[in-house]
């Protein structure tokens, strides 16, 4: 949504400074800025601002303009909200540590999925949620949405296979699985074997996850991947 604010105005106006009125990215709104040819301006505005997520301000003269009789100019700041994204982590190895302390610098909701205490410990990670248990009993507690991102780096190759199956049919904006092509080739052979996922949609999982770069040591693949999330996210 786009908050759009009045931080000016000037002479005979419908609203004062301070009043904020939201727009959805449908166009339906929540509050008013005084109605009319202003608002209805503001809203087409309040959508070029969430199309492009760039903030801006803008100003309204309401009778040489709009054609409106109050008469007064307007100044407003409409500001995109966008939704924050949320990182399922399944594996909390050295790769899924590493992703899930970058991803939260870098604004995404972040959850950390494994049914290993151990692996837990040493954690250090407030805005994270630790989920300590098994991934099939994790999926039936979790939300999935367009803006969720699903990441399998387990410390098991037949754990990243379940989880490819009970999650690629979930609603989802990404989902990607760590492994080397014979891996890769073979999850691919199951799903379509198994009538999981036929070869298109197999083709849509980004496996081997993340960009190809020349990524060695957890921190940089964790890098990898956090880049193709920051890819996706902006593109979409």
Not at 54 to 60: G, L, P, R, T
Not at 93 to 111: E, M, R, S
Not at 124 to 136: F, R, S, T, V, Y
């Amino acid at each position: 949504m786009a908050v759009c604010t009045i931080i000016a105005t000037k002479g005979s106006v419908p609203r004062k400074t301070g009043t904020k009125m939201l727009v959805f990215e449908n166009g339906a709104i929540e509050g008013t800025i005084g109605g009319g040819a202003l608002e209805k301006k503001v809203i087409e505005q309040a959508l070029d601002v969430l199309k492009n997520r760039e903030a801006k301000i803008v100003k309204h003269n309401l009778v040489s303009e709009l054609a409106m009789c109050c008469g007064g100019t307007v100044q407003l700041f409409i500001e995109p909200i966008m939704n924050r994204k949320n990182i399922y982590i399944f594996g909390a190895g050295h790769c899924g540590k590493a992703l899930a302390k970058f991803a939260i610098d870098l604004d995404f909701n972040v959850t950390l999925i494994d049914e290993r205490y151990e692996a837990f410990e040493g954690i250090n990670l407030p805005e994270c949620i630790l989920i300590k248990n098994h991934h099939a009993t994790a999926i039936e507690s979790l939300n999935f949405n367009i803006n969720t991102y699903i990441v399998i780096v387990t410390h098991n190759h037949a754990y990243d296979r379940e989880i490819l199956a009970l999650t690629s049919k979930k609603t989802n904006g990404y989902i990607g699985m760590i492994g080397s092509a014979r891996k890769v080739a073979i999850a691919k052979k199951n799903m379509i074997a198994s009538n999981i996922l036929d070869e298109n949609e197999v083709n849509d999982i980004d496996m081997p996850i993340g960009l190809k770069i020349q990524a060695i040591t957890p921190e940089e693949i964790a890098i990898s991947i956090l880049a193709k999330l920051i890819d996706i996210r902006n593109q979409k």
